[in-house]
């Protein structure tokens, strides 16, 4: 065998160490991909629905709401991205795993009045899988850092149902 060879076949055995490794870690985590509707009474079910593509590096959120469409993309590596909050106010997000819980954040500054000062909203999101995979779990936490009089809130958990095979 070549030194040559022996390079080669050195770095794909590295390479693919570092794929199988990747793909080990990414294999504890659930998979969140797919549709779902917000499960609620029938009165109230207003058609809101989430679309999720997850991948190892990211997990891109679009929130159905009314027929109005907004989309996230969270990086899962614990880095900050640039991203419109829900209500288009710009801001960062980021994600990361605690377990098999998923935490998406994302911070935004925005101006209630055009000569007030800018007040950020921080939102936190800790979604949750059932065994089956099937209902979606997702309890939502916000605080506001620059507003003493305001206070952090939490709202009721949301459920959503799987669309389709998980």
Same mark, same amino acid.
């Given at each position: #065998? ?6 080669? =076949? ?7 160490? #570092? ?10 985590? $659930? ?24 991948? $190892? ?18 990086? =899962? ?72 009089? #305001? ?5 009721? $958990? ?7 095979? $998980?």
């Amino acid at each position: #065998m070549s030194l040559r060879q022996g390079l080669l =076949l050195f770095l794909g055995a590295v390479a693919s160490i #570092m794929i199988f490794a990747r793909v080990g870690l990414a294999a504890g985590q $659930p998979n969140y991909s797919g549709k779902y509707s917000l499960k609620a009474p029938k009165s109230k079910h207003d058609g809101s629905s989430l679309e999720v593509a997850q991948t $190892p590096e990211s997990i891109e959120v679009t929130t159905v709401d009314q027929g109005n469409r907004t989309t996230i993309r969270y990086p =899962l590596d614990g880095s900050k991205a640039e991203c419109s909050a829900p209500q288009g106010a710009s801001g960062t997000c980021t994600g990361h795993f605690s377990g098999k819980e998923l935490i998406l954040e994302w911070t935004a500054v925005a101006l209630s009045r055009p000569d007030a000062k800018p007040t950020r909203t921080h939102r936190v999101d800790r979604w949750s899988l059932s065994k089956d995979a099937r209902k979606l779990t997702i309890e939502t936490h916000f605080d506001f850092p620059d507003l003493t009089a #305001m206070t952090a809130g939490d709202s009721s $958990p949301k459920v959503y149902v799987r669309l389709g095979n $998980p």
